[in-house]
């Protein structure tokens, strides 16, 4: 595919082999051992970097395509997967007590979600070997990103999701024609059935917590983040955290363009867990990259993981990166949702704000510093998940159809 990957090398007992060998696991230590996909660099940044980008006006994910695991005319959605655009929140970095906020507005995908990054990559994976079929286990987001996308490449979608997902994101898996599996089972039980149904049935994987090439479709969140503070590089990307993907990812992003020259910096990784589904936080005060899982339950549907897939990945990224992993309460989530919105005008789901009660938990804490800039990916659009916004509001009453009514309720 590209020809300047070097390899895959397991996160585990560092074994490397040649792409395209294996699109799992590392066949020595098996379902834990995540690769990471590696790249020469140096060949790359002699025709990549500013100058290339600067002259580059292509509105997606493909002006990264040399840093992807991807040949140069891969079979790309036609969708215009990325670039989304960054939002100061002056008045809103005022009440959380930091120096600067931008929010990079990730609900203005295709089909409204961060997940869409990895889906440009697989499905684009999945034409090019020759596969009919592709299929995913999720919250939700995964799957209606991987359902639009498929369908824009006319791939079949056999989607995994367990029964509690949101009604939208349900609705948006049928609108795309997907074969939707509904699980009578939690997210946890839900990929494992996923994972059983692929290995039968010889569909291609989605999965970013078991195809390495999903996670690098992730990390063109740290790409435009680098691209577009290139001269004014935040102290601070905050995120979300369930499986860990994303956080992960976004910091290889973030460093790989420093590597290439593009930026000069990395900021620190602050991760966020919601109370009830915190595994991730326990690992990380713990000192430990031994992750125990947990029975999770919280609003944000798509951080509600009580068994991380790629937990390694995401405490290495908070860790090199000098950030923290935080939680936070559903309450305190319900209440960044309209904090968020009118504030700066952007409108997350509860798993895309969960970063904002996460800035205020690491004030509090002295983790983040009152002059501190900030940087937090809302992760999915607030119109995915209705019932959740609901509960942050007191919603109206009727009135009658006259002007004596409207002004008995302005009195």
């Not at 060998?21 to 020469?40: A, H, L």
């Not at 889906?119 to 995913?136: E, Q, Y």
């Not at 939707?180 to 970013?208: I, M």
Request: hydrophobic fraction near 45%; aromatic fraction near 4%; charge should be positive.
């Amino acid at each position: 595919m590209n020809p300047h990957i070097t390899g895959l090398r397991c996160t585990l007992c560092g074994l490397v082999e040649p792409e395209g060998k294996n699109e799992k696991t590392c066949p020595s230590c098996g379902p834990r051992g995540i690769r990471d996909v590696e790249y020469d660099y140096p060949a790359i940044a002699q025709r990549f970097g500013r100058a290339s980008l600067a002259a580059d006006r292509r509105p997606s994910v493909a002006r990264y395509l040399p840093l992807l695991p991807l040949a140069p005319n891969a079979p790309i959605t036609p969708l215009m997967v990325g670039r989304t655009p960054l939002v100061e929140a002056p008045a809103l970095a005022k009440a959380l007590g930091i120096g600067r906020l931008w929010i990079k507005d990730d609900g203005r995908q295709p089909t409204g979600s961060f997940k869409d990054r990895a889906s440009f990559v697989g499905t684009a994976r999945a034409v090019a070997l020759g596969r009919k079929t592709i299929a995913a286990a999720s919250t939700g987001n995964a799957a209606t990103s991987l359902a639009g996308l498929a369908a824009s490449l006319g791939l079949e979608a056999k989607i995994f999701v367990p029964k509690t997902a949101p009604e939208a994101k349900i609705a948006q898996l049928l609108i795309y024609g997907a074969d939707v599996f509904l699980v009578d089972a939690d997210y946890d039980a839900t990929y494992d059935l996923c994972q059983e149904a692929v290995a039968r049935f010889g569909w291609y994987d989605r999965s970013a917590a078991v195809n390495p090439y999903l996670v690098e479709g992730k990390k063109t969140c740290g790409h435009e983040i680098a691209e577009d503070l290139a001269g004014d590089m935040p102290d601070w990307v905050s995120i979300g955290v369930g499986d860990g993907c994303c956080a992960a990812a976004t910091y290889k992003g973030l460093v790989e363009m420093m590597r290439i020259g593009v930026s000069d910096r990395v900021p620190k990784i602050l991760g966020v867990q919601a109370e009830g589904s915190a595994p991730l936080v326990r690992a990380f005060e713990a000192g430990t990259e031994s992750v125990k899982a947990v029975e999770a339950h919280t609003i944000a549907d798509s951080i509600n993981v009580g068994n991380p897939r790629n937990p390694i990945k995401a405490l290495r990224a908070v860790r090199e990166s000098g950030g923290a992993l935080v939680a936070v309460s559903d309450a305190a989530i319900i209440e960044a949702i309209p904090a968020l919105a009118r504030a700066s005008g952007v409108f997350g789901e509860p798993t895309g704000v969960a970063g904002i009660a996460g800035i205020v938990a690491a004030r509090a804490r002295g983790l983040i510093g009152p002059k501190d800039s900030v940087l937090h990916v809302v992760s999915g659009n607030g119109l995915k998940d209705v019932r959740g916004a609901m509960r942050a509001v007191t919603a109206p009453t009727p009135i009658p159809c006259r002007i004596e009514a409207v002004a008995e309720r302005l009195r």
